[in-house]
């Protein structure tokens, strides 16, 4: 299955400021997910990352919160941006597996603490 | 939108014992999958499921994709330490995204 190299793996940021969170993967693929999880809960899609196009966001967030880039087929980034406390999550990146279980990989993920 | 009830929300089982959790979901999904996640890491997928009221193993791992499509079991047989974690049941829908449920936490004493 695809391997996803997820960075930085954890920070610790001020509140009003950004940080934006990279995903690399190694080998081509369509269609890249951002996740959060929010401390002790389940995956929230934030949005599925088009390569050529605007991401296409979920309900609750917005591109000028959390924008995404894709710029090619093995590369995205979320910046999470005026973070305040709230935002304090870990957050991770995904994308379809490219064996035969069909199922998505997920990378390990970027814990953030907005202090 | 779409929802899954994943149950027991925590186990506490002793070594060698079985376990066995489930999601429902109020919608149909065309694939299931199971996943763990140990503590500062991303979930991993353990066993997917493509039709209705298939069976599947992986080890001592074993799940089902029910008959309605709407909902999913996963049995863990013999159960040892490093089955520690948290376990998420996640539906896969036409749309290609996954609805996660919210996950059931293991602890086994050995």
């Known amino acids: 299955s695809a391997v996803i190299s997820q960075k930085p793996s954890r920070d610790i940021c001020q509140r009003g400021t950004s940080l934006t969170i990279q995903c690399q993967v190694d080998s081509q693929v369509t269609m890249m997910f951002w996740y959060r999880q929010q401390p002790g809960q389940s995956l929230t899609l934030i949005a599925t990352?088009?390569?050529?196009?605007?991401?296409?966001?979920e309900s609750g967030f917005v591109i000028d919160k959390f924008p995404i880039s894709r710029p090619n087929l093995t590369f995205s980034t979320l910046t999470v941006s005026n973070m305040s406390p709230e935002d304090s999550s870990i957050y991770l990146c995904?994308?379809?597996?490219?064996?035969?279980?069909?199922?998505?990989?997920f990378g390990s993920g970027t814990r953030l603490t907005v202090v | 939108g779409q929802q899954l009830n994943q149950s027991p929300q925590s186990m506490f089982i002793q070594e060698g014992e079985d376990v066995s959790m489930n999601c429902t979901s109020s919608?149909?999904?065309?694939?299931w999958l199971w996943y763990k996640q140990d503590p500062g890491e991303g979930p991993v997928l353990l066993i997917a499921l493509y039709k209705a009221g298939e069976l599947t193993s992986n080890g001592r791992l074993t799940a089902q994709f029910g008959i309605t499509r709407k909902d999913s079991f996963l049995n863990i047989s013999a159960s040892i330490p490093s089955d520690v974690g948290i376990y998420f049941c996640?539906?896969?829908?036409?749309?290609?995204?996954?609805?996660f449920g919210k996950g059931t936490l293991l602890t086994v004493n050995p």
């Open positions: 995904s994308v379809e597996a490219r064996d035969s279980s069909y199922g998505y990989t």
């Open positions: 990352a088009n390569q050529g196009s605007e991401a296409t966001y």
């Open positions: 996640a539906g896969l829908g036409s749309n290609y995204k996954l609805t």
């Open positions: 919608s149909i999904f065309n694939t």
